[in-house]
């Protein structure tokens, strides 16, 4: 995980996301994403297939005193079947939970899926953040869709724009997608 790239992503979720806002992390991972999302927002709806990584996310959020979060353990492309609100910002950080089974990590199919979807769920001025990682094989694959999808996507209903460090090999990346109407 790039903590430069993190932060930025951060930086510019802040700019979407208010005390009222109800948002999605749609990678809860070990709940760093989460956390920060609760900290400014109204309301956190987190998934992820792992019960090892919603058990890190509660820790954290029980630390930090968070308690505006509901976590779902249910793959991403399912979250049309638990969220019937709409949506003012989604997060996704793509790839594996770092020091566990490599092979659970995000594949091209349901990401997109899941991206469609939330897509859907996004009020006019809203924001979907993805970082994805191109250091490994099934990543790579996952990011060039995730880009072709971005690309394809009309620029009269949606603006998007990527961060990404030029001069590093395999740089990771964020997409930001904002929905204009
Ligand atoms: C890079 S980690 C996320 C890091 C996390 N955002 C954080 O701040 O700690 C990616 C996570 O996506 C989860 N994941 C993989 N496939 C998924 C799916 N189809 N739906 C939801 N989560 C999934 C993995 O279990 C893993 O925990």
Redesign the pocket.
Known sequence: ?SKRLISFTHKMLEEYITSESVVV??????????AFLAEIAGHVFA????EE?LKSTRERLRTSGLSNVTLIHD???NIPLHIYKDVDAAVF??????GSDKA????RE?TLA?IENVLELIVPGGLVAVTAYTGHNEGKEEARAVTDFAESLPKDAYKVSVYKFLNRLDAPFTLFIEKLK
């Open positions: 995980m992390d749609a990678t809860a991972g070990n709940g760093h994403d989460t998934f992820d297939v792992q990584a793959s991403h492309e950080n793509l790839g594996y939970l770092p659970l990590t995000t594949k349901t899941a």
